[in-house]
């Protein structure tokens, strides 16, 4: 199931991939910080798979600015997406759970621990999210079900260009503190994802795994 909040397009090429691979896709609209849209996400899943087996939380709003600039709007917009949407997914995705268990992957983010210069709202979200993961793995261990985070560094999104993160003294200053000396690729991201989803990773829960390229 491929959650979008307005991309449409973007979200029909997803599933076009994942058909061309001879998978399953279904694409449904839902912003996830609303409960109401989280509720019809869920029913849409059941209703298409059946049920629900991994769940990955990875839709993410942020905005760079000093703190002075900070308005309550902005804080509200970050919190609600990336910490109350992450949280709202898991407690309707419970229901959908089968006995078998399943795995919660949190898409978290470096920030949490060594935040950027005027991240102070999102890397507080990314630091919440940490710690809403560790909570889940072990209220929820009893039923079998994981719960990790992967925390990216300085990785080329869509999102990530709209606000010239590239172009920026920022991201160059972050750049020439990552080992690897390039930028992150969604393609570095993915196995690390897979891999938590999986049978591979039957014991591994309330972890939070860098993929950041050595960047801490």
């Not at 029909?12 to 409960?35: L, P, S, Y």
């Not at 869920?42 to 990875?58: H, M, P, Q, S, Y």
């Not at 930028?183 to 897979?194: K, L, M, S, Y």
């Amino acid at each position: 199931m491929v959650n979008y909040a307005s991309s449409q397009a973007g979200a029909d090429r997803v599933v076009a991939a994942i058909v061309a691979e001879g998978g399953t896709a279904v694409a449904v609209q839902a912003d996830v910080a609303k409960a109401a849209d989280v509720r019809r996400l869920f029913a849409e899943t059941k209703r298409a798979f059946g049920g629900l087996d991994i769940l990955v939380n990875n839709a993410g709003v942020f905005k760079f600015e000093p703190v002075e600039a900070v308005t309550e709007d902005e804080f509200h917009r970050e919190f609600d997406t990336n910490v109350l949407g992450s949280i709202l997914a898991v407690q309707e995705g419970l229901k959908y759970f089968g006995p078998a268990g399943g795995s919660i992957i949190n898409i978290s983010s470096v920030a949490s621990s060594n935040p950027a210069t005027n991240s102070v709202v999102y890397s507080a979200t990314k630091a919440a999210l940490d710690s809403v993961t560790r909570v889940l793995a072990f209220k929820l261990g009893a039923r079998n079900i994981r719960v990790n985070s992967v925390n990216p560094g300085v990785t080329e999104t869509e999102g990530a260009h709209d606000i010239g993160v590239f172009s920026s003294d920022l991201g160059q200053q972050l750049l020439a503190n990552t080992p690897l000396g390039r930028f992150g690729q969604p393609r570095d991201i993915a196995p690390a994802v897979v891999f938590l989803a999986s049978e591979a990773a039957h014991s591994v829960t309330g972890e939070s795994i860098r993929v950041s390229g050595g960047l801490n």
